[in-house]
């Protein structure tokens, strides 16, 4: 019986691994895209009832963890450290709560390595959205892969 | 006389300011990205001896800035608070040394206010490249404005 | 048997979940506000005999868990950073006192989500009050809901 | 001539005290309401052309301020300490960058002292709005004056 | 059977609540002052081979206790901050060392609350004694309860 | 021309050793108790209007002191480390507002050396007051002088 | 059964040592060079799906290891304190990932010691490489052993 | 007239660039490898009288430098976060003295990049000397440069 | 079964306490020195085989210590705040190795206290030595008993 | 005219470099010993009014430097990580305070270099003495010069 969010994250956590599942083949599943349900799974945001039970049946979780998927976690995973800036914050904040499903999805499509910050271009625009328009940005880095040796 | 990168820079700042000059006409003056700009006049990139000639006259500099300019200076502007994990690193750095960039360019289209991190979404795939793959990154978040009251 | 508060408070916050009970219901069933009700049950605050006795009911706790529902807590829940001077001191005691409470009340309200500090307005004023005047504070902001992508 | 909106800052905040100005007087010259003219006076919020002009005059400030004061500053006052959650974290950056502002209030109304975390009351609730609902706060705070002995 | 002295801390702790012993009982059964004894049984002092006996009956300790109780303990409960200067950082020993007691004391006379830092008043002055004279502090501040609300 | 309050108390304090003034001597003339008027004379408390006028003919201070010293200063005087619980955490304000006075009060009436926290004790107890009760706490610690060897 | 790489970088830690493995030993199995080798055991690198299998037999793992030895893990092994310059935080990262298989070569070899960075010396130059040049480092210190005394 | 080692370095930096001397330049004229005579310059060695001599010449400050540069520095150059374990301290030591001056020569060596810790390998062996056998390392980072976009 | 040095070294600590035996004794038994010994057991250094088996039967460990006691451990037991100067580093370097062995000998010579950093003297001089001069130092510093109140 | 005991402290150490005084110079003129003479030079100690007129003439100081050498200064150079432990605090004290003193004294008898702590032994036992026995300790490390390369 799960106790917490973190047990049911860790839980996903291995089975994956045991199952050998694509983070591509759970996002179909659920229906969303990567990046957010890779964040979800890592305990990041709530699933809705119906996406907690194909979470709950895809990993093979007590049934327990139902409840605790839908339950708003704490989020962020940094750890200190924030700019003060509110404009820069949010970047910040980007990071904390989504880096841990970026670091997953760019290992599963490209293997062990990183996203290049040297060579490196990016561009911020503006998409014009009747709801309020929309910050929109491109970045694309190298990847490098680190080499046994 | 200058007698330091810093100094430059916070002569740059003032200088744009009071001439009115918007970032997107330094960058079409160097010839450069807007982002790859308002970077390098905040002190984090260098300039070819060319691009410093029109940043010292752009901005009225002593020629004393003009070797400055093309020293490379030290990076970053965050103060502690790195991830440990080298490709959560790499994302971090990107803020660090482009934030300051980044806060210029969106404050000139939009005016005050932030890039939401909650009405946020966000993709990455493969940019294949000759020259070895790339990381493509789209993101896109609501403009929220700041409004007196 | 419980043997910390620390213990207890665990013991509620997924009693709460599994029971489905609303915070509202929760502070009903008490007799106090929702604020208050929730940093009780968070571990903030003391609870009278009789408030204990309740909680216990409602939560199916083992006995053990009266006594240590009645003896004061070491309380806050912020890790170092708190401002020097003891008015902005005050303000930040607050959060770390009633934050979590703050955080359950807003999502049990509007779900997952944050009120935002942007789209955001505050007045404060002098409430006369015949025990020594109270600073009376208005704080109105958007709620911005995350939402999946 | 002023070098830096900081600068600008400290000449507001020592004109004012010289000028024996309140930060009610302010308020009204700029016609905003006080906690967001103190919290822009005070480096944190930008003025529109014609309210700088008004800030200009009523501080007898060099006119290079003029520009300054229409720039998007660096805000928030804090030094690290920010917690990880977003929901908590927009309570922290309110009082990162209206901090001050609340600090000038407070004590213009009630002297040196300060506003109780102890005896104190909150709730929360929802103020529904047709561009979207928000999140309503009511504090209230016993203030506690400061004596010489 | 105690594996530290932290172990033996934390069942003194939780025994005095399930006994409902007061400090001031358990002081009375060792025979020293208020402060002392919580501080002790709290792991910040040595027992005498005496006292530690009675500590261990008082709370129906396992024997293994016994010996623990009179080790010299790693002493000390705040976590980094001391001030530099050493006259001030032995003030800020204080806190450290004793402040647990502090709290254990006040709450059991006074309720769940503050000593007051506003409505403070303290003076120092010489007591003068053969084996060197000492500094002598009164400190008076008022009680603030917290009150449900 | 003083421009902040920082100036003011740099200036106080060098005009004391320079005027060989006794802070017994400078509480004597404002007619407060030693700590309260070193707190304040250090920049921690304001002064009446009266107060301030005695404050600048004692240190011959610019007449642009007097306002300054009567504008609510910001407090404290600790970088970091504050105790998270709110009991403790008033204990820890009292040093990080009072300290500075405490340092000069025992140096001024015993020169260089601490009060040591080894040979120290301390009670705590009620002090009934109609106003509400107070704690009230004697600590005695001998006083130990650096030798130079 | 493993529940994460930390949990079989644990088991193979202390299986070494139970086996009497020397470092070399196990590169020489895997086939890699000692501080790849080392470094990928204590859990900074992933080993091949062939190479994991070696890792499995030679410390006697249970097979749940297989998988986990594949995955992509956090890496880094310091905390805090990362310079913010990107040319010397990649120093920094090379310490962080590979500091703890130094440690280990560095015994191994020569035994509980450390090497000098006060009787050090230290050249850097090109390494021409058609498909990128590249910066060599050779460093040289001398092995101080720590002697019982 | 110069009053401490940091001011005659920052007259060294912006001397160097104004005069446009290579630190290979400088390395010749004072008979010293690079890393050496940079991390000297930098302000983390002492010069023999001779070669103080050298400098003052090579860069024309003011004599008041020449008893400066033979005066043991402060040494050290990164911020908090050294590694616990004695020998990782060391190497950590290392990138705090000479860490500027592997940063200028590879920037003068490679121009604006990086040494990559990726596409890297490093060895470690032992040096066998008369005199106490050493540790010896190779390194072998990729170099990778910024380039504007 | 022992799994990590930091098991063995809290089963002596509780060992010797539960045998009374001084430290004194463990260093006869050993024949080392006593600063050494504490040392050593307390996880800072390695024992050689033979010490290891008097380890083991000194203070009955299961047999899987003796491996474990021969292995270089992780050193250092403070937290944050080495000084960056090196040779001011090496001093901070012993507290942190020694520190806890220094605590154990001052506890067991003179009972619960501390050595006086005020009523204390220091001097330094060269002790000649053929395989290298030294560093000789002297400190003496009061004992201050704890005493209880 | 000095402002404060910094700036006699900065005055001090740069008259001694450009007087070609050794610290055993100066502590023969004012007649202490070596480590008490550098610590109060440095600003950590009192002087009594003869002493400071030695030091005044001895460094040709300004005379507004004589009453500032007779006030207690702000003690102690180290920035934070102070052990929670009161004994071992102690020992970090000594270095805060005396750390300079002894670098100081190091580097004139032995020039640029460091004491190590590897190469290290040191002995700890009780010094009997009337007025209250005292902790002796002898420390003796290996001097290591830094060696241009």
């Given at each position: 019986?799960?106790?917490?969010?973190?047990?049911?994250?860790?839980?996903?956590?291995?089975?994956?691994?045991?199952?050998?599942?694509?983070?591509?083949?759970?996002?179909?599943?659920?229906?969303?895209?990567?990046?957010?349900?890779?964040?979800?799974?890592?305990?990041?945001?709530?699933?809705?009832?119906?996406?907690?039970?194909?979470?709950?049946?895809?990993?093979?979780?007590?049934?327990?963890?139902?409840?605790?998927?839908?339950?708003?976690?704490?989020?962020?995973?940094?750890?200190?450290?924030?700019?003060?800036?509110?404009?820069?914050?949010?970047?910040?904040?980007?990071?904390?709560?989504?880096?841990?499903?970026?670091?997953?999805?760019?290992?599963?499509?490209?293997g062990d390595g990183i996203m290049s910050?040297?060579?490196?271009?990016?561009?911020?625009?503006?998409?014009?959205?009747?709801?309020?328009?929309?910050?929109?940005?491109?970045?694309?880095?190298?990847?490098?892969?680190?080499?046994?040796?």
């Open positions: 019986m799960f106790k917490s969010r973190n047990e049911v994250t860790e839980a996903i956590v291995i089975a994956r691994i045991r199952k050998k599942l694509s983070w591509a083949d759970v996002a179909k599943a659920i229906g969303r895209s990567d990046v957010w349900t890779i964040s979800a799974c890592l305990g990041q945001m709530i699933f809705s009832a119906d996406e907690a039970k194909v979470v709950v049946e895809l990993f093979d979780l007590d049934d327990s963890a139902t409840a605790l998927l839908q339950v708003v976690p704490y989020k962020g995973t940094f750890k200190g450290g924030a700019p003060d800036d509110p404009l820069l914050y949010r970047w910040y904040e980007m990071l904390s709560v989504y880096g841990p499903a970026i670091k997953e999805l760019i290992h599963e499509e490209f910050a040297i060579d490196f271009r990016m561009n911020i625009g503006r998409e014009v959205d009747p709801a309020g328009d929309r910050v929109h940005v491109n970045i694309s880095g190298k990847f490098l892969p680190y080499k046994p040796f």
